[in-house]
């Protein structure tokens, strides 16, 4: 029987190279591969799992993320990752109870009723409900009051899972604590947002199965705050029929500019740790004076600082990373806490997919992005380094999107192949 760990020892089987699919340039296979959308890797030699090779903490029971094909996977305290890549995120609380459970006493109908476990989730799981108007001319929505106080003058995001029935266009509102009662209006059949009231900002994603997810995103100036999910149907307020509505499924109220991945609740809100992806340098063939590393990622919703991956001492005096701040990628090296170098000038839009390569060695950097031309920097030493960071920094500066691939060459890649890896 074949020791398919040791994969790569035996050659080619029958003429087929167990690594075709690792990057190469100029001949030259990584020696470390890692295709989280494949769920493959190479290390050496070796052909190991992703989650044995990667030590993982962070997440929680029940952690949700999204493959490719709008699916919502659930991988709990593993690692988050399919065919959309690995998930890295910061910390985030859902203030919201009963999160699934519409029919709970935690929330109030209003004109309106809940059909409990009325259709498949967006998960496969039998546990979205429908919310059904009722037959008054009135709005015709649910409501819960969120028991936790929020923060004045701080940015929280609605989100809710929501597909069509009966009716196809569904309400989020913030109350209370929001200023100017923030209303978004999402058409699920024109996937579209539409502001109805405030200022909030929104977002509509396709899902499988029909189903949307749809954001808002708004500004508190008090601490009480209210959600609401409406139907509309041509007006606020309508003649409903009784039977008539919409699915819903997985609210969620959280404090930050973007949505995250949906957070389950039961009794009382719940915190999903943040993320925490990491390799040490011991762990595979690293050069600590020169090399090249790869990375494709998808650019996360919103611009910040905000870290595709990080090579460190666990502490910031010795890293270096790839990192976009606002919307500008920049490549940074600091040895002995003093900067050495800092390549910007690359411009890469929210949610946007893109591949980057960079290249060290002493006095001789180099990156490219997207097979654009090649950006270098003849100046700079090298850190001392222990630890390959996924997605995040030694401190607090998150991805928080998707990584679909990280590749590392134990030697410098010429300035002109840079371009051609990963195309």
């Known amino acids: 029987m074949f020791n398919f760990g040791r994969l790569g020892d035996l050659g080619c089987l029958g003429g087929v190279d167990p690594f075709f699919w690792v990057l ?10 890692i295709d989280f959308v494949n769920d493959r890797a190479k290390n050496g030699a070796l052909a190991p799992s992703i989650s044995s090779l990667l030590t993982y903490s962070g997440g929680i029971a029940g952690r949700k993320y999204t493959n490719a094909d709008g699916t919502l996977k659930t991988t709990g305290t593993s690692i988050p990752y399919g ?4 998930l890295v995120e910061e910390a985030r609380t859902n203030l919201e109870i009963r999160s699934q459970e519409f029919d709970n006493a935690s929330w109030t109908p209003v004109a309106a009723s809940i059909s409990a476990n009325a259709v498949a989730a967006p998960d496969g799981t039998l546990t979205a409900d429908k919310l059904i108007e009722s037959a008054t001319t009135a709005e015709h929505y649910l409501i819960q009051s969120l028991g936790i106080p929020l923060v004045n003058g701080s940015t929280y995001t609605f989100s809710c899972f929501a597909k069509a029935a009966e009716r196809s266009v569904f309400i989020l509102r913030g109350a209370g604590a929001f200023a100017a009662d923030p209303r978004v209006r ?29 954001t808002m995103t708004a500004v508190t100036n008090a601490t009480e705050g209210t959600c609401y999910h409406q139907i509309y149907n041509g007006a606020h307020s309508y003649a ?22 949906y957070i389950p609740t039961t009794t009382g809100s719940v915190t999903r740790a943040a993320d925490v992806v990491t390799l040490a340098t011991s762990g595979f063939s690293f050069n600590a004076a020169t090399g090249t590393v790869y990375s494709q990622q998808t650019a996360p919703p919103v611009n910040g600082t905000q870290v595709v991956w990080q090579l460190d001492d666990g502490t910031a005096d010795e890293r270096m990373l790839t990192w976009r ?29 893109f591949r980057h390569s960079l290249a060290y060695q002493a006095n001789n950097f180099a990156c490219s992005i997207d097979g654009a031309a090649v950006r270098t920097d003849g100046a700079g030493t090298i850190p001392t380094v222990t630890t390959l960071r996924f997605g995040r920094d030694h401190s607090a ?7 679909k691939r990280l590749a590392y060459f134990n030697s410098r890649i010429a300035d002109g192949s840079l371009p051609g890896i990963g195309a």
């Open 24 to 33: 190469s340039s100029g001949g030259v296979k990584a020696t470390l591969d």
């Open 240 to 261: 409903g029929d009784g039977t008539s509505g919409l699915y819903i499924w997985g609210s969620q109220v959280e404090l930050g500019g973007f949505v995250t991945s």
């Open 186 to 214: 999402f058409d699920l059949g024109a996937q579209t947002a539409t502001v109805d009231n405030g200022t909030p900002t929104a977002t509509i994603t396709a899902l499988a199965n029909g189903w949307f997810l749809c």
């Open 397 to 403: 500066n998150y991805w928080n999107s998707y990584i």
């Open 83 to 86: 065919t959309n890549g690995l």
């Open 325 to 353: 701040s606002t919307a500008t990628i920049t490549r940074s090296v600091v040895d002995g806490g003093v900067d050495q170098v800092a390549i910007g000038t690359d411009t890469i839009a929210v949610n946007t997919l």
